[in-house]
């Protein structure tokens, strides 16, 4: 076989498997297992925001079994299929075909990835964030307000919900410390690690 093509598909394929580890399947089949006989009972409705809660993360760890395992499929069509090819002598005439296969396959490994990191207790939740201006007075006040309108607008963008729960202004301008409840797929685990001092430093045209 093209060494770069066995070599792209065996990296492909360590990668899945590493990939694998990190998505703590075990944990996502339990909680499947756990769920599933709750969506039956029949007082399961009698609390709607409990349920469609319930429901939404049932579906999504439903789906992400669904995801590995089409992937999985898919790979190892991929596989056989070099292998196939080696053997009649044809793999030079479905190349292209087999690295059009490895790249499109190596933009999904990406997104499982991504999810892999994602994969904590409570990732899938919805966060609180807090803003707290630091020192610097006036200006660090005004940094925080822009911090927020920041936050607020990378929310918008991934579809999220973001609600003001708390709010102490600045004397003069700018906030002093802002609290935001963010509500969306995975709003917990994209923003656990926003933790720390974001500075502003304006330096002079002098």
């Not at 995801?67 to 080696?86: D, G, S, V």
């Not at 991934?158 to 797929?185: N, P, Q």
């Amino acid at each position: 076989m093209n060494n770069e093509l066995a070599k792209n598909i065996a990296g492909l394929r360590q990668k899945f498997e590493e990939t694998k580890k990190g998505l703590s399947l075990a944990s996502i089949k339990e909680e499947v297992e756990r769920l599933e006989p709750q969506i039956r009972d029949e007082d399961f409705w009698k609390d709607q925001k409990s349920a469609q809660e319930t429901m939404s993360r049932l579906g999504e760890m439903q789906n992400r079994l669904k995801e590995i395992a089409e992937f999985e499929q898919k790979l190892k069509l991929l596989e056989e299929l070099a292998l196939m090819a080696e053997k009649s002598g044809e793999l030079e005439t479905i190349t292209a075909d087999l690295e059009e296969n490895i790249s499109a396959l190596g933009e999904k490994l990406s997104k499982l990835e991504l999810d892999s990191f994602l994969s904590g207790r409570y990732d899938h939740g919805d966060a609180i964030l807090s803003i707290h201006a630091g020192q610097g007075g006036t200006e660090a006040m005004d940094w925080s307000l822009m911090l927020q309108r920041m936050y607020i607008k990378y929310c918008q963008n991934r579809g999220w919900r973001s609600v003001v729960v708390d709010t102490v202004f600045g004397e003069e301008a700018g906030v002093k410390s802002v609290a935001l409840k963010i509500s969306g797929s995975y709003a917990y685990g994209y923003l656990k690690n926003e933790a720390g001092t974001h500075r502003l430093v304006r330096i002079s045209p002098f």
